[in-house]
């Protein structure tokens, strides 16, 4: 039994939301990224449920999306609580 204040978050096992269509004039954004780098995000992606449904050329979409942010010690990066 967990006092007020120490209760766990409950995780969830399957999240599900139904394919969303993207307009024909969407174009991805690509940040320039290592091969090194390129590696580590196909193994992150790769372990998670919520991307293994995607093909070849949705998942180098995907990576080609991802930018790199620097960050001090410290810098608050997500509140929880609050959406996003």
Do not use: M, W
Request: glycine share 6%; with cysteine.
């Amino acid at each position: 039994c967990h006092s007020l204040g120490e209760e766990k978050a409950q995780r969830f096992d399957n999240i599900f939301a139904s394919p969303q269509e993207i307009t024909g004039d969407f174009v991805a954004p690509v940040y320039p990224k290592s091969d090194d780098d390129v590696e580590f995000l196909l193994d992150a992606l790769a372990d998670n449920f919520v991307f293994n449904t995607l093909d070849e050329n949705e998942l180098e979409t995907l990576v080609n999306a991802f930018e790199n942010y620097e960050i001090e010690p410290g810098q608050e990066i997500i509140r929880q609580g609050e959406t996003g």
